[in-house]
């Protein structure tokens, strides 16, 4: 068994948070997560949670809304953002571990407060699902949707036996005063702060729901100048401590590295992951091999492939020839994917490799030659020649080749080598009558 220094692979704090969900088919988006839980545990149905980055289509969360409102409190408060992804949770939030910095406080109290069975958490729903929600809530209610804010439903009087459906429209944009998006975040957690507040003082029974209307784009102001660098770090080195997992579970950044080996000329880096948003565990696999070539008359490394076991299913990918660096450096590529100008493809069809979509970002890996607690040189999968550079450079031959014609014209004028005297005799041109 290897020393854990051996392997070392390198994400950005946003790799290690949605690694989870594997990177399923759709754009991250492209989807809204949807948290619902309601007041004294009662259960919300009994279908089971999506699998780990199954995306919730419309007519899925149809299935579930209606499974879990069967037994729930009808009196539904649906917290609506305007904007809303799984990068606020991971970001901003604890998540949900009622951590002192997070933005979520009340809303990750309210969920420790209905654990699961009473608790239901869609990491990725589907946009379009996400935002008939309203409607699909009405009819499932038979009422008709009143808008509130937390002032006017303070003089509301719920009834525990009459449905009501209370939509309270929390914002996300910045706004004018320039308001971070942590800032926006936690003025709306205090919103649904107090809006439990007060349907727990006239101790009516609820179900809540929050969600948003469109997925929002997260710019990383919040990470750590750390986080920031293009620094190399280690495998053990956390980066989800500052972007934890959304769940009360450890974060993913302290995979175990059991079944992990490597020699001279093989190196097999297996990561571990247990327990990933409550559904099980899975763990990645990344096969390299070392190698001599006489043409660069120096040893290369090649990463041949990345297996994938979750739920007792396995999947293979295959690496192409351009994963690999010379085998005293490193190999980093920004995007390492399975799509999309693939870097790693399916093996086989038999082995449900299809199904899944693997995605890395700021991938860095080295298996061979480590020395010390740093990665070694980074051979970058970028040419030096990129698409800025060729445009150039053929515009600057353009420009060249315009010159030199126009040069080339200039030395071919030539000036007339005899004039006519102004001072001889007039040319006389005879007529005939």
């Known amino acids: 068994m290897a020393d854990a220094k051996m392997y070392r692979v390198r994400f950005t704090a946003y790799t290690c948070a949605v690694l989870c969900c594997l990177f399923l088919t759709g754009c991250c988006s492209d989807q809204v997560p949807l948290i619902m839980w309601s007041s004294g545990g009662v259960p919300l149905g009994s279908v089971a949670p999506p699998a780990v980055g199954h995306v919730v289509s419309s007519s899925q969360l149809v299935s579930y809304l209606n499974d879990a409102l069967s037994g729930a409190p009808h009196n539904v408060l649906l917290f609506l953002q305007e904007k809303l992804s799984l990068d606020d949770f991971t970001m901003y939030g604890g998540v949900f571990g009622n951590k002192q910095d997070s933005a979520y406080q009340n809303l990750e109290s309210a969920l420790q407060s209905s654990p699961p069975p009473s608790s239901l958490v869609l990491p990725m729903v589907s946009w379009p699902g996400v935002s008939a929600v ?243 040189y980074a051979s970058d999968c970028a040419g030096f020649f990129t698409p800025g550079i060729w445009m150039g450079l053929l515009t600057s031959l353009l420009m060249v080749l315009i010159l030199t014609y126009g040069l080339h014209m200039i030395t071919q004028l030539r000036t007339m080598d005899r004039f006519d005297d102004p001072k001889g005799p007039a040319i006389s041109v005879p007529q005939n009558e």
């Open 134 to 376: 309203p409607g699909l809530l009405q009819e499932q209610l038979g009422t008709s949707p009143l808008y509130l804010e937390p002032a006017t439903l303070a003089q509301l009087r719920l009834n525990a036996s009459a449905p009501a459906l209370l939509i309270i429209r929390l914002p996300y944009s910045p706004g004018a005063d320039m308001m971070s998006p942590k800032e926006v975040l936690s003025g709306n957690d205090e919103v649904i702060g107090q809006v439990l507040d007060i349907v727990k003082e006239q101790g009516v029974p609820y179900t809540a729901i929050y969600t948003a209307l469109k997925p929002s784009r997260v710019i990383g102001e919040e990470i750590s100048p750390e986080l920031r660098s293009v620094g190399r770090s280690l495998l053990q080195k956390c980066l989800g401590e500052t972007r934890p997992d959304p769940t009360n579970l450890r974060p993913l950044c302290h995979p175990s590295l059991t079944g992990s080996s490597c020699n001279r000329s093989l190196s097999r880096l297996v990561l571990n992951y247990e327990n990933v948003l409550g559904f099980g565990s899975f763990r990645l696999i990344f096969a390299m091999s070392r190698r001599f070539y006489r043409v660069s008359a120096r040893e290369w490394f090649a990463l041949d492939q990345v297996e994938l076991e979750y739920d007792g299913q396995k999947a293979t990918f295959n690496g192409s020839r351009n994963i690999n660096a010379p085998a005293e450096f490193s190999y980093h590529c920004e995007s390492v994917t399975s799509f999309r100008y693939a870097l790693l493809v399916p093996r086989t069809a038999s082995d449900n490799a299809n199904q899944w979509r693997l995605s890395f970002n700021h991938f860095q890996i080295q298996g061979f030659g480590v020395m010390g607690q740093d990665f070694s």
